[in-house]
Protein backbone atom coordinates (compact mmCIF):
# COMPACT_ATOMS: atom_id res chain seq x y z
CA UNK A 1 0.00 0.00 0.00
CA UNK A 2 1.30 3.46 -0.95
CA UNK A 3 0.63 6.47 1.86
CA UNK A 4 0.87 10.02 0.75
CA UNK A 5 2.23 11.39 4.21
CA UNK A 6 1.71 15.47 4.38
CA UNK A 7 3.48 17.49 6.84
CA UNK A 8 1.95 21.41 6.27
CA UNK A 9 3.21 24.24 7.97
CA UNK A 10 2.12 27.48 7.47
CA UNK A 11 4.10 28.18 4.27
CA UNK A 12 5.61 24.44 3.55
CA UNK A 13 4.18 21.45 2.28
CA UNK A 14 6.81 18.42 3.05
CA UNK A 15 6.00 15.04 1.82
CA UNK A 16 6.75 11.59 1.10
CA UNK A 17 5.32 8.31 -1.11
CA UNK A 18 5.64 5.62 1.68
CA UNK A 19 4.83 2.13 0.62
CA UNK A 20 4.14 0.66 3.90
CA UNK A 21 4.79 -2.97 3.34
CA UNK A 22 8.61 -2.52 2.28
CA UNK A 23 9.28 0.50 4.18
CA UNK A 24 10.09 2.07 0.65
CA UNK A 25 10.23 5.54 0.20
CA UNK A 26 9.39 6.25 -3.18
CA UNK A 27 9.72 10.29 -3.97
CA UNK A 28 10.29 12.73 -1.28
CA UNK A 29 10.04 16.40 -1.33
CA UNK A 30 9.11 20.13 0.07
CA UNK A 31 7.32 23.04 -1.08
CA UNK A 32 8.91 26.15 0.52
CA UNK A 33 7.81 29.61 1.07
CA UNK A 34 4.54 28.84 -0.83
CA UNK A 35 2.47 32.08 -0.94
CA UNK A 36 5.51 34.49 -1.52
CA UNK A 37 7.76 34.87 -4.81
CA UNK A 38 9.88 33.00 -3.78
CA UNK A 39 8.21 29.77 -3.57
CA UNK A 40 10.11 26.52 -4.72
CA UNK A 41 9.71 22.95 -4.89
CA UNK A 42 12.47 20.28 -4.29
CA UNK A 43 11.92 17.30 -5.11
CA UNK A 44 14.22 13.59 -5.31
CA UNK A 45 16.20 11.66 -2.72
CA UNK A 46 19.67 12.21 -1.97
CA UNK A 47 21.73 13.12 -5.54
CA UNK A 48 18.38 12.65 -7.33
CA UNK A 49 17.22 15.96 -5.78
CA UNK A 50 15.85 18.24 -8.10
CA UNK A 51 15.09 22.65 -7.31
CA UNK A 52 12.22 24.28 -9.32
CA UNK A 53 11.48 27.36 -8.74
CA UNK A 54 7.81 28.40 -9.15
CA UNK A 55 4.76 29.95 -7.97
CA UNK A 56 2.88 28.43 -5.53
CA UNK A 57 -0.16 31.24 -4.64
CA UNK A 58 -1.49 28.63 -2.17
CA UNK A 59 -1.16 25.65 -0.89
CA UNK A 60 -3.39 24.02 -2.86
CA UNK A 61 -1.45 25.04 -5.83
CA UNK A 62 1.44 23.34 -3.88
CA UNK A 63 -0.61 20.19 -3.87
CA UNK A 64 -0.86 20.49 -7.12
CA UNK A 65 2.66 20.32 -8.02
CA UNK A 66 3.23 17.74 -5.87
CA UNK A 67 0.75 15.33 -7.59
CA UNK A 68 2.19 16.48 -10.66
CA UNK A 69 5.81 15.79 -9.57
CA UNK A 70 4.91 12.38 -8.54
CA UNK A 71 3.10 11.24 -11.55
CA UNK A 72 4.68 13.13 -14.81
CA UNK A 73 7.94 14.09 -16.01
CA UNK A 74 11.92 13.17 -14.92
CA UNK A 75 10.23 13.40 -10.86
CA UNK A 76 7.58 10.39 -11.60
CA UNK A 77 7.29 7.74 -9.09
CA UNK A 78 4.06 6.49 -10.23
CA UNK A 79 1.52 6.48 -13.13
CA UNK A 80 -1.33 8.04 -12.02
CA UNK A 81 -3.03 9.54 -8.33
CA UNK A 82 -4.85 5.73 -8.16
CA UNK A 83 -0.92 4.20 -7.16
CA UNK A 84 -1.72 6.68 -3.98
CA UNK A 85 -3.85 4.49 -1.94
CA UNK A 86 -4.35 7.06 1.33
CA UNK A 87 -3.40 10.04 2.48
CA UNK A 88 -1.55 10.46 6.07
CA UNK A 89 -1.66 14.11 7.45
CA UNK A 90 0.33 15.11 10.31
CA UNK A 91 -1.49 17.41 13.10
CA UNK A 92 0.44 19.36 15.73
CA UNK A 93 -2.56 19.66 17.79
CA UNK A 94 -5.39 17.42 19.05
CA UNK A 95 -6.05 18.25 21.71
CA UNK A 96 -8.24 16.45 24.49
CA UNK A 97 -10.28 15.19 21.67
CA UNK A 98 -7.53 12.38 19.69
CA UNK A 99 -5.89 9.80 22.03
CA UNK A 100 -5.17 8.47 18.87
CA UNK A 101 -4.58 8.48 14.79
CA UNK A 102 -7.97 8.51 12.86
CA UNK A 103 -9.58 8.67 9.88
CA UNK A 104 -10.54 12.02 8.81
CA UNK A 105 -14.42 13.21 8.02
CA UNK A 106 -15.95 16.41 8.61
CA UNK A 107 -16.27 16.04 12.40
CA UNK A 108 -12.41 15.24 12.45
CA UNK A 109 -12.49 18.41 10.37
CA UNK A 110 -14.34 20.33 12.69
CA UNK A 111 -12.62 19.70 15.58
CA UNK A 112 -8.74 20.08 14.13
CA UNK A 113 -10.29 23.27 13.12
CA UNK A 114 -11.62 24.20 16.99
CA UNK A 115 -8.16 22.95 17.96
CA UNK A 116 -6.24 25.82 15.86
CA UNK A 117 -6.79 28.52 19.27
CA UNK A 118 -4.26 26.11 20.69
CA UNK A 119 -2.02 25.83 17.64
CA UNK A 120 -3.35 28.28 15.48
CA UNK A 121 -0.72 28.46 12.38
CA UNK A 122 0.07 24.61 12.96
CA UNK A 123 -3.70 23.34 12.47
CA UNK A 124 -4.70 25.85 9.76
CA UNK A 125 -1.95 24.61 8.15
CA UNK A 126 -2.92 20.92 8.60
CA UNK A 127 -6.14 21.63 7.25
CA UNK A 128 -5.17 23.26 3.92
CA UNK A 129 -3.61 20.23 3.27
CA UNK A 130 -6.55 18.33 3.94
CA UNK A 131 -8.87 20.59 1.84
CA UNK A 132 -5.90 20.51 -1.00
CA UNK A 133 -6.74 16.54 -1.15
CA UNK A 134 -9.94 16.41 -0.85
CA UNK A 135 -10.26 18.66 -3.84
CA UNK A 136 -7.24 17.12 -5.92
CA UNK A 137 -8.16 13.51 -4.95
CA UNK A 138 -11.69 12.97 -3.88
CA UNK A 139 -12.89 10.17 -1.85
CA UNK A 140 -9.46 9.64 -1.12
CA UNK A 141 -8.82 7.97 2.46
CA UNK A 142 -6.97 10.13 4.49
CA UNK A 143 -6.12 10.02 8.23
CA UNK A 144 -4.98 12.31 10.77
CA UNK A 145 -1.89 11.37 13.29
CA UNK A 146 -1.39 14.13 16.37
CA UNK A 147 1.72 15.19 17.87
CA UNK A 148 -0.04 15.52 20.85
CA UNK A 149 -2.15 11.76 21.03
CA UNK A 150 0.51 9.74 22.58
CA UNK A 151 0.30 12.23 25.34
CA UNK A 152 -3.07 12.08 26.11
CA UNK A 153 -2.06 9.25 28.91
CA UNK A 154 -0.28 11.53 30.73
CA UNK A 155 -2.06 11.94 34.53
CA UNK A 156 -3.57 15.08 35.58
CA UNK A 157 -0.95 15.74 38.12
CA UNK A 158 1.43 15.99 35.31
CA UNK A 159 -0.85 17.77 32.73
CA UNK A 160 -2.17 20.21 34.67
CA UNK A 161 -0.63 24.04 35.82
CA UNK A 162 -0.94 25.64 39.20
CA UNK A 163 -3.22 28.04 37.92
CA UNK A 164 -6.54 28.96 38.80
CA UNK A 165 -8.87 26.04 37.98
CA UNK A 166 -11.15 28.27 35.47
CA UNK A 167 -8.41 28.51 33.24
CA UNK A 168 -8.31 25.08 32.46
CA UNK A 169 -12.32 24.98 31.89
CA UNK A 170 -12.38 28.30 30.33
CA UNK A 171 -9.75 27.75 27.90
CA UNK A 172 -8.37 24.12 28.00
CA UNK A 173 -5.13 25.50 29.46
CA UNK A 174 -2.59 22.36 30.25
CA UNK A 175 -0.07 20.43 29.00
CA UNK A 176 -0.42 18.55 25.48
CA UNK A 177 2.81 18.06 24.73
CA UNK A 178 4.53 17.46 21.16
CA UNK A 179 7.20 15.67 19.18
CA UNK A 180 4.61 12.15 20.34
CA UNK A 181 5.35 10.97 16.91
CA UNK A 182 8.79 10.54 17.02
CA UNK A 183 8.67 9.67 21.15
CA UNK A 184 6.24 7.04 19.99
CA UNK A 185 8.36 5.40 16.86
CA UNK A 186 11.97 5.76 19.06
CA UNK A 187 10.37 4.04 22.53
CA UNK A 188 8.65 0.66 19.96
CA UNK A 189 12.08 0.67 17.90
CA UNK A 190 14.13 0.57 21.34
CA UNK A 191 12.10 -2.33 22.82
CA UNK A 192 12.20 -4.05 19.55
CA UNK A 193 16.35 -3.52 19.12
CA UNK A 194 16.43 -4.22 22.97
CA UNK A 195 14.56 -7.62 22.36
CA UNK A 196 12.09 -6.79 24.87
CA UNK A 197 8.03 -5.70 25.43
CA UNK A 198 7.36 -2.09 25.60
CA UNK A 199 4.95 -2.93 28.20
CA UNK A 200 7.91 -4.54 30.84
CA UNK A 201 10.75 -1.10 29.95
CA UNK A 202 10.70 2.10 31.78
CA UNK A 203 11.93 4.49 29.04
CA UNK A 204 13.48 8.04 29.08
CA UNK A 205 13.08 9.34 25.26
CA UNK A 206 15.23 12.07 24.19
CA UNK A 207 14.09 14.10 20.68
CA UNK A 208 17.18 16.09 20.48
CA UNK A 209 16.98 18.40 17.29
CA UNK A 210 16.58 22.16 16.73
CA UNK A 211 12.86 21.57 18.53
CA UNK A 212 13.74 19.27 21.98
CA UNK A 213 11.76 16.97 23.66
CA UNK A 214 11.99 14.44 26.89
CA UNK A 215 9.49 12.19 27.55
CA UNK A 216 8.77 9.36 30.32
CA UNK A 217 7.47 6.13 29.35
CA UNK A 218 6.23 3.94 31.77
CA UNK A 219 5.71 0.54 30.42
CA UNK A 220 4.50 1.42 26.61
CA UNK A 221 2.60 4.54 28.35
CA UNK A 222 3.62 8.12 28.31
CA UNK A 223 3.33 9.56 32.25
CA UNK A 224 5.23 12.83 31.39
CA UNK A 225 6.75 15.14 29.07
CA UNK A 226 9.07 18.38 28.76
CA UNK A 227 7.03 20.26 25.84
CA UNK A 228 3.77 21.91 27.06
CA UNK A 229 0.31 24.28 26.27
CA UNK A 230 2.76 24.86 23.47
CA UNK A 231 6.36 23.68 22.22
CA UNK A 232 7.55 26.33 23.48
CA UNK A 233 8.04 24.79 27.20
CA UNK A 234 10.79 22.46 28.69
CA UNK A 235 14.42 21.89 27.44
CA UNK A 236 16.43 24.99 25.98
CA UNK A 237 16.43 24.58 22.32
CA UNK A 238 18.00 25.58 18.68
CA UNK A 239 16.17 28.86 18.75
CA UNK A 240 13.26 28.24 22.00
CA UNK A 241 14.43 28.99 25.61
CA UNK A 242 12.04 26.02 26.97
CA UNK A 243 11.16 26.52 30.42
CA UNK A 244 11.92 29.52 32.63
CA UNK A 245 10.79 31.65 35.04
CA UNK A 246 6.91 32.74 33.84
CA UNK A 247 7.78 36.18 35.52
CA UNK A 248 10.81 37.16 33.55
CA UNK A 249 7.66 37.26 30.22
CA UNK A 250 6.10 40.48 32.18
CA UNK A 251 9.70 41.88 33.23
CA UNK A 252 10.87 41.98 29.78
CA UNK A 253 7.81 43.48 28.05
CA UNK A 254 7.89 46.13 30.58
CA UNK A 255 11.73 46.70 30.01
CA UNK A 256 12.16 46.55 27.00
CA UNK A 257 8.78 47.93 25.79
CA UNK A 258 7.79 44.58 23.68
CA UNK A 259 4.38 43.44 23.39
CA UNK A 260 2.86 40.02 23.98
CA UNK A 261 3.32 38.97 20.61
CA UNK A 262 7.20 40.18 20.59
CA UNK A 263 8.05 38.53 23.70
CA UNK A 264 6.74 35.25 22.25
CA UNK A 265 8.64 35.78 19.04
CA UNK A 266 11.83 36.52 21.64
CA UNK A 267 11.31 33.29 23.11
CA UNK A 268 10.37 31.10 20.09
CA UNK A 269 12.74 32.77 17.45
CA UNK A 270 15.78 34.60 19.34
CA UNK A 271 16.63 32.26 22.86
CA UNK A 272 18.14 28.58 23.01
CA UNK A 273 21.48 27.94 21.23
CA UNK A 274 21.27 30.93 18.85
CA UNK A 275 20.49 33.59 21.94
CA UNK A 276 23.61 32.32 24.42
CA UNK A 277 26.07 31.84 21.72
CA UNK A 278 24.97 35.31 19.43
CA UNK A 279 26.06 32.85 16.65
CA UNK A 280 23.54 30.17 15.64
CA UNK A 281 21.00 27.36 16.58
CA UNK A 282 23.09 24.91 15.12
CA UNK A 283 24.60 23.07 16.96
CA UNK A 284 27.45 22.28 14.39
CA UNK A 285 28.36 25.92 14.20
CA UNK A 286 27.82 26.27 18.49
CA UNK A 287 30.77 23.52 18.68
CA UNK A 288 33.08 24.52 16.55
CA UNK A 289 32.65 27.80 18.29
CA UNK A 290 33.22 26.40 21.56
CA UNK A 291 36.49 24.49 19.97
CA UNK A 292 37.93 27.66 19.26
CA UNK A 293 37.72 29.66 23.06
CA UNK A 294 34.21 31.32 22.25
CA UNK A 295 33.12 31.39 25.77
CA UNK A 296 29.42 31.97 24.97
CA UNK A 297 29.17 29.24 22.44
CA UNK A 298 30.54 27.17 25.46
CA UNK A 299 27.94 28.37 27.93
CA UNK A 300 25.35 27.65 25.34
CA UNK A 301 26.91 23.74 24.99
CA UNK A 302 26.77 23.58 28.59
CA UNK A 303 23.12 24.86 29.35
CA UNK A 304 21.69 22.84 26.72
CA UNK A 305 23.00 19.12 28.25
CA UNK A 306 22.54 20.51 31.68
CA UNK A 307 19.03 21.10 30.44
CA UNK A 308 18.82 17.88 29.32
CA UNK A 309 20.52 16.08 32.04
CA UNK A 310 17.90 17.96 34.59
CA UNK A 311 14.94 16.37 32.34
CA UNK A 312 16.41 13.00 32.95
CA UNK A 313 16.90 12.96 36.13
CA UNK A 314 13.18 14.12 37.08
CA UNK A 315 12.11 11.12 34.66
CA UNK A 316 13.98 8.82 36.76
CA UNK A 317 12.41 9.76 39.81
CA UNK A 318 8.62 10.38 38.64
CA UNK A 319 9.06 6.95 37.12
CA UNK A 320 10.86 5.61 40.04
CA UNK A 321 13.72 4.22 37.62
CA UNK A 322 15.07 3.41 34.25
CA UNK A 323 15.92 0.26 31.96
CA UNK A 324 16.85 2.69 29.03
CA UNK A 325 17.29 5.95 27.68
CA UNK A 326 16.78 6.45 24.06
CA UNK A 327 18.31 9.44 21.58
CA UNK A 328 17.27 10.50 18.51
CA UNK A 329 16.90 13.53 15.89
CA UNK A 330 20.00 16.00 15.16
CA UNK A 331 21.65 16.35 17.77
CA UNK A 332 20.68 13.32 19.73
CA UNK A 333 21.91 10.85 16.46
CA UNK A 334 25.17 12.82 15.60
CA UNK A 335 26.23 15.06 18.39
CA UNK A 336 29.13 12.68 20.37
CA UNK A 337 30.05 15.42 22.80
CA UNK A 338 26.59 16.70 23.92
CA UNK A 339 26.01 13.14 24.46
CA UNK A 340 28.78 12.61 26.48
CA UNK A 341 28.23 15.78 28.47
CA UNK A 342 24.55 14.69 28.99
CA UNK A 343 25.28 11.56 30.83
CA UNK A 344 28.47 12.85 32.13
CA UNK A 345 28.26 12.23 36.48
CA UNK A 346 25.16 10.01 35.93
CA UNK A 347 27.41 6.69 36.77
CA UNK A 348 25.96 7.10 40.56
CA UNK A 349 22.33 6.56 38.77
CA UNK A 350 23.40 2.91 37.39
CA UNK A 351 23.77 4.61 33.57
CA UNK A 352 27.52 4.72 32.51
CA UNK A 353 27.98 5.58 28.79
CA UNK A 354 30.61 4.17 26.91
CA UNK A 355 33.27 6.58 25.30
CA UNK A 356 34.43 4.32 22.54
CA UNK A 357 31.48 3.43 21.25
CA UNK A 358 29.81 6.83 21.73
CA UNK A 359 32.52 8.74 19.38
CA UNK A 360 32.36 5.71 16.68
CA UNK A 361 30.92 7.99 14.15
CA UNK A 362 28.18 4.98 13.00
CA UNK A 363 24.65 5.69 12.21
CA UNK A 364 21.80 3.59 12.63
CA UNK A 365 20.60 2.16 15.38
CA UNK A 366 22.97 0.96 18.33
CA UNK A 367 23.74 1.34 21.98
CA UNK A 368 26.85 3.31 23.34
CA UNK A 369 26.00 2.19 27.22
CA UNK A 370 29.12 0.44 28.32
CA UNK A 371 28.35 -3.37 29.09
CA UNK A 372 28.47 -3.00 32.72
CA UNK A 373 26.03 -0.14 32.76
CA UNK A 374 22.43 -0.68 34.48
CA UNK A 375 20.62 1.57 32.20
CA UNK A 376 21.30 0.93 28.67
CA UNK A 377 21.59 4.16 26.11
CA UNK A 378 20.37 3.53 22.83
CA UNK A 379 20.30 5.43 19.57
CA UNK A 380 17.38 5.22 17.51
CA UNK A 381 17.04 7.31 14.45
CA UNK A 382 13.21 8.71 14.24
CA UNK A 383 11.28 8.25 11.78
CA UNK A 384 7.98 10.35 11.88
CA UNK A 385 6.83 10.09 8.46
CA UNK A 386 6.67 6.15 8.74
CA UNK A 387 4.75 6.34 11.58
CA UNK A 388 2.15 8.51 9.94
CA UNK A 389 2.14 6.02 6.89
CA UNK A 390 1.65 3.07 9.21
CA UNK A 391 -0.98 4.66 11.53
CA UNK A 392 -2.79 5.48 8.09
CA UNK A 393 -2.13 2.00 6.70
CA UNK A 394 -3.34 0.03 9.81
CA UNK A 395 -6.65 2.38 9.86
CA UNK A 396 -7.09 2.51 5.76
CA UNK A 397 -6.02 -1.74 5.33
CA UNK A 398 -7.18 -2.95 8.69
CA UNK A 399 -9.67 -0.59 10.52
CA UNK A 400 -8.17 -0.32 13.48
CA UNK A 401 -4.38 0.22 14.92
CA UNK A 402 -3.95 -2.40 16.85
CA UNK A 403 -1.61 -4.42 15.05
CA UNK A 404 1.60 -2.78 16.38
CA UNK A 405 4.46 -4.23 14.00
CA UNK A 406 6.72 -2.55 13.04
CA UNK A 407 8.13 -3.29 9.51
P1 LIG B 1 14.53 19.56 13.52
O1 LIG B 1 14.03 19.71 14.93
O2 LIG B 1 14.58 20.87 12.77
O3 LIG B 1 13.92 18.41 12.77
P2 LIG B 1 17.00 18.04 13.39
O4 LIG B 1 16.53 16.79 14.03
O5 LIG B 1 17.32 18.00 11.95
O6 LIG B 1 16.06 19.25 13.72
O7 LIG B 1 18.31 18.53 14.19
C1 LIG B 1 18.94 19.71 13.86
C2 LIG B 1 20.07 19.93 14.86
O8 LIG B 1 20.96 18.80 14.83
C3 LIG B 1 20.92 21.15 14.52
O9 LIG B 1 21.19 21.89 15.69
C4 LIG B 1 22.20 20.53 14.01
O10 LIG B 1 23.30 21.34 14.27
C5 LIG B 1 22.29 19.26 14.82
N1 LIG B 1 23.22 18.32 14.20
C6 LIG B 1 23.05 17.60 13.08
N2 LIG B 1 24.18 16.87 12.82
C7 LIG B 1 25.06 17.16 13.82
C8 LIG B 1 26.40 16.77 14.13
N3 LIG B 1 27.05 15.90 13.38
N4 LIG B 1 26.97 17.29 15.23
C9 LIG B 1 26.31 18.17 16.00
N5 LIG B 1 25.06 18.57 15.77
C10 LIG B 1 24.45 18.09 14.70
Known amino acids: MNVLVLNA????LKYQLINVETHEVLA???????GSAEAFHKHGIDENEVVIDTPMPDHNAAMALVLEA???GPTKAIDSLDDIDAVGHRVVQGGK???RSVLIDDDVVAKIDELAELAPLHNKAALMGIEACREQMPGKPMVAVFDTSFFQTIPPKAYMYPLPYELYEKHAIRKYGAHGTSHRYIAERAAAFMDEPLEDLKLITCHLGNGCSISAIDHGVAVDTSMGLTPLDGLMMGTRCGAIDPAIVPFIMEKENLTAAEVNDLMNKKSGLL???GISNDLRSVRQASEEGDERAQLAYDMYSN???KYIGQYIAVMGGVDAIVLTAGVGENCDKMRRMIFAGLQPLGIKIDL???RAGLRGEREISTDDSEVRIVIIPTDEEYMIARDTYQLVKEGTLEITELV
Do not use: H, P, W
Not at 28 to 34: D, M, N, P
Open 275 to 277: GIS
Open 356 to 358: EKN
Open 28 to 34: KGICERV
Open 9 to 12: GSSS
Open 70 to 72: LTS
Open 307 to 309: SAK
Open 97 to 99: YFD
